[in-house]
C-alpha cells in the first residue's frame, strides 16, 4: 500500500493534514478522522460507468512497457500522463479530477474485480449490482443495506436512483427506492390538475374494497409513495442553490441534483448516478476521453457544491463500471470486453492514495488483467468504515476492508 | 482475498400467499357455483390479458366449463401477421475482427470498416428487436386464443434466452415460436426442443460445451432453474450431465437463422452416471431421466401455481398438479383445463391475488380501449415499468408478484394510463364509453367505468367519491358535467379508475 499527501477539506481551505507518515495513518484507521460527521449523517454516492470503463487508459501504468506493446495507437504517452507515482498516473482527461486526488481526497483501488468473470455487459452488471458472482440475488447490495440499516421507515429518500430505471443495486425487499430521472418531469401527469391529484391521493388508498388480495395494502402503499414522493421531493429541495458551475451533460446535471439532495438533508444515504456509454469497442481515445473529461470537471464541481455548503466531508462518491476492458487493443483502434479495473472512493473521509496491487500485465488470464481485489472488499469497505454496518450479510461473505477510508 | 463464502442473506420476505385455509379435498374439482361476468373476467386476466368487455360478455354468457374449453382449444388465427418482418444482419466483412499484433497499430481502412460494420448491425439488432416486441404485444392484443400467447410468455420467462450473447432477432424468434408451438403442448418434449434450440445453445453456452472442455452452464440451469430446482440434483449429476450435452450446439445461416447441429465429433461418448442411472447418455436421455423425477412434476406444479392461480402456493396443492401432470405424461392441456376450471381457482383466496406484470398491464388496457397498435413509447414504458420482452434480466426470468410494484413502476403505469385515458382516438375506439357520454349522469357515468373496468371491484365510498368528481367537485370551471366538460372528466375519470387499486391487480 501507498499512501501521498492528503488533505481534509482541502476544497473549502479548511484545515490540512498531510503527511506520508505510515505509523500515523495506521493510526488514523482506527479512529474517524477529525471533522467527519456521525455515521447518520454521512452519504454514499454511487457513480456507474455503464459499458465497461478502459481502466488502464484510466489509471496509466505509464512505467511498464508491456503496456504500450499491448497498446500501440492507444497507450497514453508517459509525458501526457498526469503522473501520481513513479509507475502510475492518470488519464490527461481527469485534470479537475486529479486536483482532488492531490487534495488527498481520492483513493484508487486497483485491479477490482471478481472470480470467473463474465463478460457480458447484461450478466456481469448483474453481478456487481447484486454482489452475488455465483447465483442469482433478487436484491441489489445497496437494496439489502437499505432493508437492514434500521431507517426511518416513513422516509421516501432512504435511497435515491437518479436513473430512469430503477437499477438492479437499489432493488430491496422492504424499502421502496424513486428512480428519478431529473425533478422536471418526475411523477405523475395528471398531478397537474389539482382535482386529479386529489381524487387519485383518494383512490390508491381505497382499502375497503370488496375483495381481498394478499397485495392490496402493498399496492396501495406503494402508490401513496409513488405520489407522494413525487409531490414532495421538488418542494423539499427548492431552497437549496448551487455554489458551483456544473457541466451540462446528464452527469452533471445528476450530480448537482444529488447536491441538492444532500444540502437539503432529507436523511438519504444513498444516492446512485449514472455515467456512459463506456462501451469503447470502436476508436476509443474519443469516446473515453470525453466521458472522463466529463466525470472530472462535474465530480469537480460537485464537491465545490458540497464544500460551499459544508457537506464535502459528509459525502463518500465510489464509481464502478461492470468490467474493465481487453489489455490488447483491437484492430479498430478500440478494445474489447475485459475483467478487472480500479475503483475511484472520493470524498473528505477518505484517506488518498492507491491500494491495492495493480494486476500483473507480465502474466495476463486470456488476455485480460487477472483481478487483485475482490469487489465485495471495496463494498465491506464502504459498508462498514463510511455507512457504519456490518457487511458479511450484504456481501454474502467476510471480505477484508481496505484502509482507504477512515 | 474472500475468505469464507457463503450465499447473500435471504432476508425474510412477506408471504404473498391468500389469506385463508385451502380445500385441499375440493381443490382440482370443477367450479359449480355462480357464474357471472366478474368470473369470467378474472378468467380472461389469467388465461389472456384481460380482454375486451366483449370478450368479458361472451365468456360470462356461456357455462364455465365452455368458457374455459374456448380458451384451452386454440381458435385459429392464421388471420394474425405470422412473423415480426425481420431485417437480414449485415455480412460480416473478412478479416476486420482479428486482434492488431502487440507493437501494430491498425489502419486505418479495417478501422472504418469495422466501425461501419458495428454500426450497421446495432443498427439492425434494434430495428429487429423493437419489430419483434410490436409485433408480439399487437399479437397478444387482437389474438382470438389469448391462453396460447400468455402460454407464450409464461415459456419465456422460463426458459429464458435473450440477444445479450450475440443471437440474432431470427433465432430469439424461433424460439419464441416454439413456445407458441407447444404452449399446451408437452413439457418434456418442449424441454427437449428448448435444449436444441439455437438461441437457448447460445444463451447457456452449450455452444462451447465439448469433450475436452465441458461446458456445465446448461446442464446446471436446466436443472436449477428449469426442471427441478436446487436440493434435487448434486454437482457431480451436473458434470455429469453437462458431458452427455457436448456436441450439442447449432449452426448460423447468412439470413441470421439458426439449426441445431449434433456434432458428434465433440461428443463425449464416455459412461456417464447422472441421478442415479448409468449409460452412455446423451442429453436426449438426461431430459429422459429428469421428467422420471417426482420433483420435476412438483417443480412445474409450483411455476405454474403461481404464474395462474396464486403465489406461494400450499404443498398439497402443487402435489395434486404434479400428479396431474404425471398422470398425464406432462401434456399441459388437460392439465390447464382442469387447473382452469377448478374450486381453487375461482375461489375468493385466488380472486385478485396476483399483481398484473407490466405486459398484463399493457396489453390489457389496449383490449380494454380497443386501440391495436403499439407506438415505440410504450416499449420504453415497459422498460420503465420493469419487463422487456425478449431481454428477460437473467436466466431466472422475472421475479414477478410484489418485484413488479415500486415508486418507480407504479409511477409509470399511472402515467401510461394516463396517456391512454387522455388520447384522442380513445372516445372512438373503445365503444362502451360513448353511450355512457350521452347520459351525462356522473352517477351513470361512474357506474360504467367502475363496471367495465374493475368489475365493479371497487368500495361504495370510492364509487361516491368518482361521482362527486364527474359531477365537478373541485374543478376550477363549468362545474357541472356538460357537453363543453364531459369528454375531459370522462376521460379523467376513466384514468382514475385504472389508478384504484383492483387495476394493478390480476
Known sequence: MKRSNFLIGALSGLSVVGTTDHILAKALAQSPLPGLPAASDRVLVVINFQGGNDGLNTVVPFANPDYYRYRPSLGIPANDVLRIDDQVGLNPALGPFKKLY???????????????????????????????????????????????????????????????????????????????????????????????????????????????????????????????????????????????????????????????????????????????????????????????????????????????????????????????????????????????????????????????????????AMGNLAYTTDFRSVYATVLERWLARPSTAIVGGSFPTIAALA | MPTTAAPVSASASASFRPAGTLDASRALAPYAGPWNRRLAAHLLRRAGF?????????????????????????????????????????????????????????????????????????????????????????????????????????????????????????????????????????????????????????????????????????????????????????????????????????????????????????HDDGTKTFLGRSGTFTGTDVVDIIFGQPACARFFATKLLAFFVYNDPEPQLVDQVAALLRKNGYELQPVMATLLRSNVFFSDRAYRALVKSPVDFVVGTHQLFGVPKVVPQELAALRAMGQVLFYPPNVKGWDGGSAWLNSQTLLTRENFANAVAQNPATMTTATWIAPTLKTMDPRQIAFQLTDTMLQGDVSSAATAQLVSYLGGAGQVALSQLSYENVDERVRSAAYLTMAMPAYQLA
Open chain 2, 50 to 266: 384481460g380482454g375486451s368487455p366483449a370478450d368479458v360478455e361472451r365468456l360470462a354468457s356461456m357455462s364455465p366449463s365452455d368458457a374455459v374449453a374456448s380458451l384451452i382449444r386454440f381458435p385459429d388465427t392464421s388471420s394474425l401477421p405470422a412473423a415480426p418482418p425481420l431485417e437480414t444482419p449485415p455480412s460480416r466483412p473478412l478479416g476486420i475482427f482479428r486482434n492488431a499484433a502487440p507493437g501494430m497499430a491498425a489502419d486505418d481502412a479495417t478501422v472504418s470498416a469495422r466501425k461501419a460494420f458495428q454500426m450497421a448491425n446495432n443498427q439492425n439488432r434494434r430495428r429487429n428487436l423493437i419489430a419483434m416486441q410490436t409485433w408480439w404485444l399487437e399479437r397478444m392484443i387482437a389474438t382470438p386464443a389469448p391462453l396460447q400467447e400468455k402460454m407464450a410468455l409464461f415459456w419465456h420467462g422460463h426458459f429464458t434466452s435473450s440477444p445479450e450473447k450475440g443471437t440474432t432477432a431470427q433465432e430469439l424468434f424461433a424460439q419464441n415460436r416454439l413456445f407458441r408451438e407447444y404452449a399446451l403442448g408437452n413439457v418434456k418434449q418442449l424441454t427437449l426442443h428448448v435444449s436444441q434450440d439455437p438461441a437457448m445453445l447460445r444463451y447457456l453456452d452449450n455452444n462451447v460445451n465439448v469433450k475436452a472442455h465441458p461446458n456445465e452452464n446448461y446442464a446446471r440451469e436446466l436443472m436449477e432453474l428449469f426442471t427441478l430446482g436446487i436440493g434435487n440434483y448434486t454437482e457431480q449429476d451436473i458434470r455429469e450431465s453437462a458431458r452427455a450435452f457436448t456436441g450439442w450446439t447449432f449452426r448460423r445461416e447468412p439470413d441470421g437463422s439458426g439449426s441445431f447441429f449434433d456434432n458428434r465429433g465433440q
Open chain 1, 102 to 364: 492531490d487534495a488527498g481526497n481520492v483513493a484508487i483501488v486497483q485491479g477490482v474485480g471478481y472470480p470467473d468473470p463474465d463478460h457480458s455487459h447484461f450478466r456481469s452488471t448483474e453481478i456487481w449490482q447484486t454482489a452475488e458472482p455465483k447465483g442469482y440475488a433478487s436484491t441489489g447490495w445497496i437494496g439489502r443495506y437499505l432493508d437492514d440499516a434500521g431507517l426511518p421507515k416513513d422516509n421516501l429518500f432512504n435511497g435515491v436512483a437518479l436513473a430512469n430505471v430503477l437499477p438492479e443495486l437499489m432493488i430491496a425487499q422492504r424499502t421502496d427506492v424513486p428512480a428519478i430521472d431529473a425533478l422536471r418531469g418526475y411523477g405523475l401527469t395528471s398531478d397537474k390538475n389539482g382535482a386529479n391529484r386529489e381524487a387519485f391521493h383518494q383512490f390508491v388508498s381505497d382499502a375497503t374494497v370488496p375483495f381481498r388480495s394478499p397485495y392490496l395494502a402493498h399496492v396501495a402503499e406503494i402508490e401513496d409513495h409513488a405520489q407522494r414522493g413525487a409531490e414532495e421531493l421538488p418542494k423539499l429541495v427548492a431552497g437549496y442553490k448551487p455554489e458551483a458551475t456544473y457541466p451540462a451533460t446528464p452527469l452533471g446535471r445528476s450530480l448537482a441534483l444529488a447536491a441538492q439532495i444532500v444540502g437539503s438533508r432529507l436523511g438519504t444515504r444513498v444516492i446512485y448516478v449514472q455515467h456512459g456509454s463506456f462501451d469503447t469497442h470502436v476508436t476509443q481515445k474519443q469516446t473515453q476521453d470525453r466521458l472522463l473529461a466529463d466525470f472530472a470537471n462535474a465530480i469537480a464541481a460537485f464537491y465545490a457544491d458540497l464544500s460551499a455548503h459544508g457537506n464535502a466531508n459528509r459525502v463518500l462518491t465510489m464509481t464502478f463500471s461492470e468490467f474493465g476492458r481487453r489489455v490488447a487493443e483491437n484492430a479498430s483502434r478500440g478494445t474489447d470486453h475485459g475483467e478487472a479495473a480500479p475503483v475511484f472512493l472520493i470524498g473528505g473521509g477518505v484517506k488518498g492514495g492507491v491500494y491495492g496491487t495493480h494486476p500483473d500485465l507480465g502474466r495476463l
